[in-house]
């Protein structure tokens, strides 16, 4: 095992958020947007100045300095600026966790349909840069599964050829990512182009529709105020339409104090505390070219894969990411699935029985549905990684400063303990 002084480092970059810690640990040490600002004069290209040049702000620093523009290095889950991301890993290591990279062994997590080119990227900088011993690249579906399998046991081995189906939904959109015997089966994988970014763009187009009073630089904290403490799923639209109608109590205020004028602003939030979440499950609200809603992609992507998995599939659906974290979520996404389910198990037996004219008495086993969220279901996949990091085989399956040497970026297209099968 490891010592206090060299545990295993686990990073966890996503489109909104940046999770970093010490493997084995129950919870990150930190957690900060992934959001790097520059001067307004500067351009951010691969090509910008090395890491020699400290004038930037990484995480929430990044915000509300005069003269600098965020930007966000991380689009749909993929690193699109490499130059970008390696500052935020630099800050990671140096800033938050204040350790000496050569140290640690490090886990990072990548989202399913990550390139083997931005892999190599990732060897390239924490060999060449950060100089660490050996790092490991994981999937972070598998790692969600893992956390869920976690939030089950009190301690002990567990195993690491899970099964189920990881619906991710994170800021910048929503993955159905099926994983059996702990192979992601890329080939049914299904994503929904929506997310906890635009979940924030309908509030904030609502809110200013209204012409809400609220100062343009609050506007952004009042629709996270929404967004967080107002918004759930409903279970019928037209019969919440008409609740709010009926009973006014169910319109609700948010408030803040501009830190320029020190007034106090008060807005009201109506229709889009059930409307937001509901874009999920009726995605044409947001644009008419998003017809699926989130239980049919589920469906189709457990149809996709092999008869012999699919009852696993169905009886472990792991909900993960902080756009799932809205009130009455995983029971709204449970009750569509089963009726889908149920619709077509009744129509197949009613088919065979047609067929067989009544000759034969048909009896068919139900399929069970279980969508379940782990604990902390914002962080599960960096909570899988922990738990990963921290075995002992861990180092043993990483990619090492020598293999890397001597044969370069592209060992880090090897994947020893969790797998992709394309």
């Not at 509300?64 to 970008?84: E, F, L």
């Not at 060897?123 to 790692?143: D, H, K, R, S, W």
């Not at 012409?211 to 759930?232: G, H, R, T, W």
């Not at 989130?294 to 189709?300: K, R, S």
Request: charge should be negative; aromatic fraction near 10%; proline fraction near 5%.
């Amino acid at each position: 095992m490891f010592s206090i002084n060299n545990q295993p480092i686990v990073i966890d970059s996503g489109t909104g958020f940046t999770k970093v810690g010490f493997a084995g640990n129950g919870a990150p040490t930190a957690i900060f947007p992934t959001a790097i600002a520059y001067p307004s004069h500067k351009r951010t290209t691969r090509s910008f100045q090395s890491l020699d040049d400290l004038d930037y702000f990484v995480g929430e620093q990044a915000f509300g300095k005069t003269d600098y523009i965020p930007t966000y290095p991380i689009q749909h889950g993929i690193i699109q600026d490499w130059n970008s991301m390696e500052r935020i890993y630099d800050y990671s290591i140096y800033q938050e966790l204040r350790c000496n990279p050569e140290d640690h062994y490090f886990l990072i997590t990548e989202p399913f349909n990550n390139t083997p080119e931005n892999r190599e990227y990732t060897a390239e900088v924490m060999f060449e840069t950060f100089n660490v011993p050996g790092m490991y690249i994981a999937t972070q579906a598998v790692l969600c599964l893992y956390a869920n399998e976690l939030s089950k046991k009190d301690g002990g081995a567990m195993n690491s050829a899970v099964s189920g189906v990881v619906v991710d939904a994170g800021e910048g959109g929503t993955s159905i990512i099926p994983v059996a015997e702990g192979y992601v089966l890329g080939a049914a994988v299904k994503t929904l182009p929506l997310g906890g970014h635009d979940i924030s763009e309908f509030i904030l187009r609502r809110l200013r529709e209204r012409n809400e009073p609220v100062p343009s630089e609050d506007i952004l904290d009042a629709v996270k105020q929404v967004k967080e403490s107002l918004c759930y799923c409903c279970g019928n639209l037209v019969k919440e339409f008409f609740a709010f109608d009926e009973d006014r109590s169910k319109f609700k205020t948010v408030s803040g104090i501009n830190a320029r004028t020190q007034q106090k602003w008060t807005i009201d939030v109506g229709y889009e505390q059930f409307l937001a979440p509901e874009l999920f499950f009726n995605p044409e609200i947001l644009n008419p070219e998003y017809t699926t809603p989130l239980a049919n992609l589920v469906d189709q992507t457990i149809m996709r894969c092999p008869v012999d998995v699919r009852r696993p599939l169905y009886s472990n659906i792991v909900v993960a990411g902080g756009s799932t974290k809205f009130k009455g979520f995983d029971k709204r996404l449970s009750r569509d699935l089963k009726r889908i389910v149920k619709a077509r198990y009744d129509a197949n037996i009613s088919a065979v029985r047609a067929k067989l004219q009544g000759n034969l008495e048909i009896q068919g086993k139900e399929m069970e549905v279980v969508v379940k969220p782990p604990k902390k279901r914002e962080i599960a996949s960096w909570m899988g990684g922990s738990y990963v990091a921290s075995q002992d085989e861990f180092v043993g399956a990483c990619v090492t400063k020598a293999e890397y040497e001597e044969k370069g970026a592209k060992v880090a297209r090897k994947n020893a303990l969790v797998k992709v099968d394309y």
